[in-house]
């Protein structure tokens, strides 16, 4: 890292990613793998770990020690809750949702993906794809997490056949393009030996791909802003009130998705009033221009009432105003969720009074059957949903918009986050849900 | 490795990708105005130190031209450095903040606290902070701590609810989706606030310089009176070094980070500028926290047992 200058580090790009595998599948080791072959493991987080090991018994350092953080993970050696990692190579910068793969902590994955630019899904290369990794293809669908990579471990115990990756390969990504998922990256690797994880495998000459950490370093992280609808939500109004600001009134926000410029046309939701903008100032400078995910300030050039949970969007891209609405969602709390809940609401900056009107379907995602009106939903459940809100509120799909198109429910007695939810139909060809139990399964 | 990221993202709309200050900077921003949007009473954690300067500076830019809306509450030691105090107080005035202070001198004559055997006094902020933040009635409060620090760290919530003792639970933290932070928490709860969660070491340096953000002299190298014990470089004070067997020598060292003097090690350093100090951190093998922080090595878990009871 130290031939790097200061120019270069500042250029990087971030990447958000998340890693999606159950324990035998060799998650902590390629994790382990990634943080320590990129140099980011400090000599003192390797000697305590070494020293820990040690105190433990163990012959070799045990690199998991490095990513369970808390004394119940480190006794019970499973990981609990999602860690975030950090790392960096004099290309790119990245944030690690590492997060635990058993089907009770599916929450977790949710977590983790929920802001994941892409997915790295472990398979073990003796198993191929099972049910499990159905799972982590159905969450990351669901999730829309724009890159999915599958990782093919443990090639060191199949010879390195070049036909044992290619037919999980094949299978993995029908299975991956048939649930929506945009690209799925296949990935031959030993995380144990090190080969593709860091560093080109000698191994498997037949294999012409990148190496896990280059298709990280290199996969695209921005969007094509042209096709996002604009989105603002209004988080906080600055007025500074001051001899030398005595009229200023800017609504601050971060820009969810899409672009804005002076002189753009802009409506305000749910209220409707129309004005133009006059001014944007990206914290502090003025600019022309501004797009997602800036934190920006917006000043209008009428006197309109605008607050915090307010909406600006252009005027000739607006969204619909609704008090209902249909949703797939991810139960994350230990009680359930169940019909006629009342609950909150939070959408952008905009927290609702709403209640649970109907599920009409549960997902089982072993074998992403269908199951009619299950009455409630359960921590780690996924299943559809209709809420009433007690006021209109301008949601997108969240097939068009992971920001604006997602919600939480949190229980207005105690405060706890109920439900993750994301707007409109889920996965790429939605059919209509079913009464009856069907085997044509995950179409909810 | 034969791709730029330039040429990787050429042809996929990359003039629109953040650089990684960038986004960080955004996400601190949103971070800090949805504290503003949401809570009653927030307070700003504030040592004097590099992390809690960074959030200070953040949070001007995310309500500008309009004041910070939040005080600053310092957890006084009793064994500052110097040049620290004089640094706070020259921030408090120049951007007329308000500054709350909890002391544990106070505690400590009041008889509430007793000085522990190896005279550090970080185990013993948690109390006056706890106090301070339910006598106040703060209901949200900004903390500067990042999960690249430590591995407890790495676990925790951008928001985190603490109960009405100021504990962490960090079996039962709320799931946190995409950007939605929650905020809800009954009376005498509060929600610590992490906006540089996401930041590293070299983050916080990088932005510092990008920003040209004033710091005390103490994180550039200058020559020092200082002694060892346990591997670090200590600064001779009234905390009670050096012992007698301790030899106290003059050392051309600076600070990674700024606690209590006397669990806070300096590093042998010739870095005296910010570019110097960013390739010095960029080449360095040894943790911020594993370098300069004795009471980090008591024992695997000395992070997460303190941050269980309150601490920051």
Known sequence: MSTITTEELSATTLLRFATAGSVDDGKSTLVGRLLHDS??????????????????????????????????EREQGITIDVAYRYFATPRRRFILADTPGHVQYTRNMVTGAS????????????????????????????????????????????????????????????????????????????????????????????????????????????????????????????????????????????????????????????????????AIDLLGEPVDVAWTTQSVTVLLTDDVDVSRGDLIVPTK??????????????????APLTVGHRVLLKHGTRTVKAIVKDIPSRLTLDDLSLHPHPGQL?????????????????????????????????????????????????????????????????DF | ?????????????????????????????HIFREVAGEFENPVILFSGGKDSILMLHLALKAFAPAAVPFSLLHVDTGHNFPEVLEY???????????????????????????????????????????EKIQAEKFDAVFGGGRRDEEKARAKERVFSLRDEFSQWDPRRQRPELWNLYNGRHAPGEHVRV???????????????????????????????????RNGMWLTAGEWGGPKDDERVEKRQVRYRTVGDMSCTGAVDSDAVTLDQVITEIAASRLTERGATRADDKLSEAAMEDRKREGYF
Not at chain 1, 188 to 215: C, Q, R
């Open chain 2, 194 to 228: 992490f906006p540089l969660s996401n930041w590293t070491e070299l983050d916080v340096w990088q932005y510092i310089a990008r920003e040209d953000i004033e710091l005390p002299q103490i994180y550039f190298a200058h020559e020092r009176e200082v002694f060892q």
């Open chain 1, 317 to 334: 891209d607006a969204p619909a105003t609704t008090q209902d609405v249909e949703a797939t969602v991810c139960h994350v709390a230990d």
């Open chain 1, 115 to 278: 802001t994941a630019e892409l997915t790295v899904i472990l398979v073990d290369a003796r198993n191929g794809v099972v049910e499990q990794t159905r799972r982590h293809a159905a969450i990351a669908a669901l999730l829309r997490v724009p890159h999915v990579v599958l990782a093919v471990n443990k090639m060191d115990l199949v010879a390195y056949e070049e036909s044992v990756f290619a037919a999980i390969a094949e299978e993995f990504t029908a299975y991956a393009t048939e649930l929506g998922v945009p690209e799925v990256t296949a990935i031959p690797i030993s995380a144990l030996a090190g080969d593709n994880v860091v560093e080109p495998s000698a191994k498997m000459d037949w294999y012409g791909g990148p190496t896990v950490l280059e298709h990280l370093e290199t996969v695209p992280v921005s969007h094509d802003l042209a096709h996002c609808h604009a989105r603002l939500p209004v988080q906080y109004v600055i007025r500074p009130q001051t001899a030398e600001h005595p009229d200023y009134r800017g609504y601050a926000g971060q820009i969810a998705a899409g672009t804005f410029r002076v002189g753009d046309p802009v409506t305000i939701l749910p209220s409707g009033r129309t004005t133009t903008i006059s």
């Open chain 1, 378 to 442: 359960v921590a780690n459940d996924i299943g559809r949903v209709k809420i009433r809100t007690a006021e209109p509120l301008p949601v997108d799909s969240y097939a068009d918009s992971r920001r604006t198109g997602s919600f939480i429910l949190i229980d207005p007695s105690d405060g706890t986050t109920l439900t993750a939810g994301m707007v409109g139909e889920s996965f790429a060809t939605p059919e209509p849900v079913k009464d009856a139990a069907d085997d044509d399964g995950w």
């Open chain 1, 39 to 72: 140099k980011s493991v400090l000599t003192d987080q390797l000697e305590a770990v070494e020293r820990a090991s040690a105190s433990r018994g163990q012959e070799a350092p045990d690199l998991a020690l490095l990513t369970d953080g808390l004394r119940a």
């Open chain 2, 1 to 29: 490795m034969t791709t730029t990221v330039a040429e990787a993202e050429e042809g996929t709309g990359a003039p629109y990708a953040l650089s990684h200050l960038d986004a960080l900077e955004s996400e601190a921003v």
């Open chain 2, 88 to 130: 706070r107080d020259h921030v408090v005035a120049a951007h007329g903040l308000r500054l709350h202070v909890a002391s544990v001198q106070d505690y400590i004559d009041r008889g509430v606290l007793k000085e522990r055997p190896d005279g550090t006094r970080n185990p013993l902020q948690t109390l006056p902070l706890t």
